[in-house]
């Protein structure tokens, strides 16, 4: 739908698009003057003494009024999150008006909604009363409430992050091929001609890391291997990284290795990533019906997926995780239970429970796939929550996407024991991550998460490759002190502006 604003703080524009975006399949953004829009969207308001009025209107294809009213702080920071927050209640509240829909998360249209939780505990509320003020105070469903005050209470009984720890991350963004959904700049492998050479500057990045780790004191506490598909690597080329993290494997709590694809999975990679200390792999099926796999570009079989299952337990493998997918093309919610009753009778340790999205840069996007109903989406999700649950799964992390169906949520869920300390630090920003790979982002996160400074390495693999000394010196540049908009003091071409503060506002 092609929208058009009328604000009175231009700041919150991208923010209220979000909210827009909740309720719209498609948002345009009309702003050229001379070009019609099918709605239009005005944001006004005023102060009286410590109160601000705010109110949203729609008109043309929908219509609407809503107003509320709330408090102006004095703490610039604070006023900030207060006034964006405002805004998007009013329009959230509009489009409830207009359509008739409330959407389970309410007016969130963060990525970590934990964090607001976190927020409240920090301010003395237990997570009950925390996760109770984040629903009272974004219109979340109840059960959505009470769904992030169970994995906060997980959470609290898995080691924290020491000061002197740091996770890392090692990204092989190559698959055997480009699945429909996907999203990342993951390419397909092809021939495997530029496979040498990536590995050849991974190993030199690890290199630069495990001096920048020793310099700066710090301790691997997860290590993450990831994609892509990691064991889309020859086996001689999985032997060479496996051998040049070993140092870093031997002192983490935990190391994972994405195997991922089913068909790129053999026994002697298997036993690479096991006798060099990996105990968590993922085996990645989505679904289990193979017109679905095939209709969305994954290149393996069910068959394919219960073998290399059973291959990894045969060789000593007690911790795996299996990808589920809820709303994938032509799938119904008695399909996607069939797939959930299939993944349960494997016993994995955890299931990672993904909703759909259909992002711009995806083939689906391209391709003008449409994605599922919010409503059977979520009841997709709440048939996993129900059947996990009552396995003995306990859901340990949560984060969203844009342009999810239904703007729901993946959920990670574990048998107590089995979660994953890196996604959790990942995800709620609990430790500094250091990345190594093409389009891999690190990040120095200071006590308490009072400022966040992130490094992104560059996204094509090829370039990456030419410039590995300087992915290397962007990290040095993170404990350097070097905050937004300044530049390192050498080695940084013109797209060098890669340091920046990141204290991100959940809502």
Not at 11 to 33: C, H, I, N, W
Request: charged content about 25%; aromatic content about 6%; hydrophobic content about 40%.
């Amino acid at each position: 739908m092609r929208i058009r604003m009328n604000l009175p703080f231009p700041g919150f524009q991208k923010e209220l698009l979000d909210v827009a975006e909740v309720f719209l399949s498609t948002v345009v953004l009309v702003e050229r003057p001379a070009e019609a829009a099918e709605l239009y969207v005005r944001i006004m308001e005023t102060v009286v003494d410590d109160t601000r009025f705010c109110a949203a209107e729609l008109t043309g294809s929908l219509k609407a009024f809503h107003l509320i009213q709330g408090q102006v702080s004095e703490d610039p920071q604070e006023e900030k999150r207060l006034h964006k927050r405002q805004q998007k209640t009013a329009l959230f509240h509009a489009f409830v008006q207009a359509t008739g829909r409330h959407p389970p998360w309410g007016s969130l249209t963060g990525v970590r909604p934990t964090r607001l939780v976190y927020e409240g505990m920090e301010q003395g509320l237990t997570p009950a009363e925390a996760a109770v003020r984040v629903g009272d105070l974004f219109h979340l469903r109840k059960d959505k409430a009470e769904l992030l005050q169970e994995i906060v209470l997980v959470q609290q009984t898995l080691p924290s992050a020491c000061p002197d720890e740091a996770s890392l991350y090692v990204g092989i963004p190559f698959c055997p091929s480009r699945c429909r959904y996907c999203s990342f700049i993951s390419s397909e492998v092809g021939d495997g001609g530029i496979l040498p050479s990536y590995v050849d500057a991974l190993k030199k990045e690890l290199e630069g890391i495990r001096e920048l780790m020793d310099a700066q004191g710090l301790k691997p506490r997860s290590v993450y291997v990831g994609g892509g598909t990691p064991t889309v690597l020859p086996e001689r080329m999985l032997l060479r990284l496996m051998k040049s993290l070993s140092s870093l494997f031997g002192a983490a709590k935990e190391v994972t290795v994405e195997a991922g694809r089913p068909d790129s999975i053999t026994k002697a990679k298997l036993g690479i990533i096991r006798d060099f200390g990996s105990v968590r792999i993922s085996v990645n099926p989505q679904t289990m019906f193979n017109q679905t796999l095939e209709r969305i570009g994954r290149r393996h079989t069910r068959e394919q997926t219960e073998q290399a299952y059973a291959l990894a337990r045969s060789m000593g493998y007690q911790n795996i995780n299996m990808d589920l997918i809820a709303g994938l093309p032509g799938e119904t919610p008695e399909m996607f239970s069939q797939t959930v009753s299939w993944a349960l009778n494997m016993k994995p340790e955890s299931v990672t429970v993904h909703t759909l999205s259909v992002k711009r840069s995806s083939d689906m996007y391209r391709f003008g796939d449409v994605a599922p109903s919010g409503s059977m989406a979520d009841e997709m999700l709440d048939e996993a929550r129900v059947r996990l649950t009552g396995a003995g799964y306990r859901p340990y992390y949560l984060y969203r996407q844009k342009h999810m169906a239904g703007n729901l949520e993946n959920v990670g869920y574990a048998k107590p024991g089995s979660e994953c300390l890196y996604n959790i630090d990942m995800m709620e920003d609990a430790t500094t991550v250091l990345a190594a790979g093409a389009n891999a982002i690190s990040k120095l996160v200071s006590p308490g998460r009072k400022r966040i400074l992130r490094a992104p390495n560059i996204k094509d693999a090829e370039s990456y490759i030419m410039r590995i000394g300087e992915m290397i010196e962007r990290k040095n540049a993170l404990f350097m002190g070097v905050g937004k908009g300044a530049r390192p003091a050498s080695g940084f071409g013109p797209q060098a502006d890669v340091l920046s503060l990141e204290l991100e506002d959940e809502a």
